[in-house]
């Protein structure tokens, strides 16, 4: 059986620096305060997990649950406006680890609801960037579905930004109806390149093998992304959190196994699916050469 990987595996940067960085308060703390993430500081149940039970790390979903003269890092997806001004009016230490590519949209989005415009978010409505981005505005509409543009007020000047690990085919029909609701209509598109790229490898690969197995937090909205373009090309596509789940996929006959990760997927995790696939084969008296990112 031979197994293909994605070019684009693992951590993007945006994750790996996050990581880094909440790994770095705890251990500059040394027990004497608490670190917290609010909210997971990434959607990877395995790593959340690890940073509590290696490096003390309590994930905080309300302003409310982090102690006095603890240290706050801000997860990858960013916190709305008033979340943070909570937390900074506190005795509190304060570290943003906001992806910087959402940061971008973050700051655009308030250039334009400063500039007149009204916001439109292309995006997943509970998802926790999505979320931090609607904060900038006082008003502005979500559109996860068609029939969300009903509630697009009519306005002189609309300006779109996009949920930065959405695949944008999945939201051209929005732009000709948002059009119909103003005269002007500006549109950032705000899709993060990593994204984009980690898509086409994961079509690239699916076009090729016999099953497909897509390695990440059930969670992960650019995970569910990858997986929903693999089924597209490769009808036995299969998206796992762990090695524990291949146990209950049926490799009989497949000759050619793809592996593709979602963003917030250590490498470490990558190398378990691969060793059981590895064992797997052999069980199976098959030989099992890995081509791609490794």
Request: contains cysteine; glycine residues 6%; aromatic residues 4%.
């Amino acid at each position: 059986m031979e197994i293909k990987i994605a070019r684009e595996i693992g951590y993007c940067y945006g994750v790996r620096d996050a990581i880094e960085a909440v790994i770095e308060e705890a251990e500059s703390a040394d027990g004497k305060r608490k670190v917290y993430t609010f909210g997971p500081i990434i959607h990877n149940r395995q790593t959340v997990e690890e940073l509590e039970s290696k490096h003390g790390i309590v994930t905080a979903n309300t302003p409310e649950e982090i102690e006095e003269a603890s240290t706050v890092v801000i997860r990858t997806h960013g916190i709305p406006l008033s979340s943070a001004e909570k937390l900074t009016s506190r005795q509190l230490k304060v570290v943003d680890a906001t992806c910087p590519f959402v940061q971008k949209t973050q700051v655009r989005a308030k250039k334009f609801v400063d500039e007149g415009y009204y916001l439109v978010i292309l995006g997943k409505k509970q998802h926790p960037e999505v979320i931090s981005i609607a904060g900038v505005a006082e008003h502005c509409t979500i559109v996860e579905h068609e029939e969300d543009i009903e509630d697009v007020p009519r306005k002189p000047k609309i300006a779109v930004v996009f949920q930065s690990t959405v695949a944008f085919e999945d939201f051209r029909w929005a732009l000709p109806a948002l059009a119909d609701h103003c005269y002007e209509l500006n549109v950032l598109k705000t899709i993060c390149g990593v994204t984009i790229t980690r898509q086409k490898r994961t079509e690239e690969i699916a076009r090729e093998v016999e099953l497909m197995v897509i390695i990440g937090g059930k969670n992960s909205s650019n995970t569910k992304k990858l997986v929903d373009i693999s089924k597209r090309h490769c009808a036995k596509t299969h998206h796992i959190e762990g090695p524990d789940e291949l146990d209950a996929i049926d490799f009989t006959g497949v000759k050619v196994v793809g592996i593709g990760s979602g963003t917030s997927t250590p490498q470490s995790l990558v190398d378990e699916v691969v060793e059981k696939l590895h064992a797997i084969a052999i069980v199976g008296g098959e030989p099992c050469p890995a081509s791609g990112a490794r």
